[in-house]
């Protein structure tokens, strides 16, 4: 079994319309959940094998408070594709992972991490900034993945609510 934590990055800035929208930052309020989120995974399950994030400044940001508050201390990968990702390419990503990895957090944007939930998993999850959904797949090796997965969501942390 492989293990995946899909992660929207939390609530950003929007009152710098110079900026280009790869560029804007946390609100204060993602800062706070991003490192709540991370406190509240570190209670509930260890930290991921990797940790893999868009490059856009927000996700990153996000992804670096996480891992903090979560105890993660490897090297977080930032990959462009997971900017402007489709499903397949993120699928094409996780493939490509050395199977020494057995769980991994994604970090980035909808509406593609919403579809990656449904069609990896065995049900819908709204991803609003912030939530991190949990994905047991099936398989015993990144290269066994496709699309579906027959995988289990197995948990939904968010910052409003959790649900199982």
């Not at 280009?20 to 260890?46: F, M, T, Y």
């Not at 408070?65 to 489709?86: C, F, N, Q, S």
């Not at 065995?122 to 027959?150: C, F, H, K, N, Y």
Request: aromatic share 6%.
């Amino acid at each position: 079994m492989r293990t995946l934590y899909i992660m929207r990055h939390c609530k950003s800035r929007w009152d710098q319309s110079n900026v280009q929208d790869i560029d804007r930052k946390l609100s204060a309020r993602g800062k706070r959940d991003a490192h709540n989120i991370g406190g509240r995974l570190a209670l509930e399950v260890p930290p991921p094998d990797l940790i893999i994030t868009s490059t856009a400044r927000r996700a990153r940001a996000t992804a670096k408070r996480v891992a903090k508050a979560w105890g993660y201390k490897a090297e977080r990968i930032k990959e462009p594709r997971l900017y402007d990702a489709t499903r397949q390419s993120c699928v094409g990503l996780l493939r490509a992972l050395d199977n020494s990895v057995e769980s991994v957090m994604i970090v980035g944007h909808n509406p593609h991490l919403e579809e990656m939930v449904f069609f990896l998993g065995d049900r819908a999850v709204q991803m609003a900034t912030g939530t991190v959904a949990r994905v047991d797949l099936p398989i015993d090796s990144w290269q066994e993945l496709g699309l579906p997965a027959d995988g289990t969501v197995s948990r939904v942390w968010n910052t409003s609510r959790d649900s199982s």
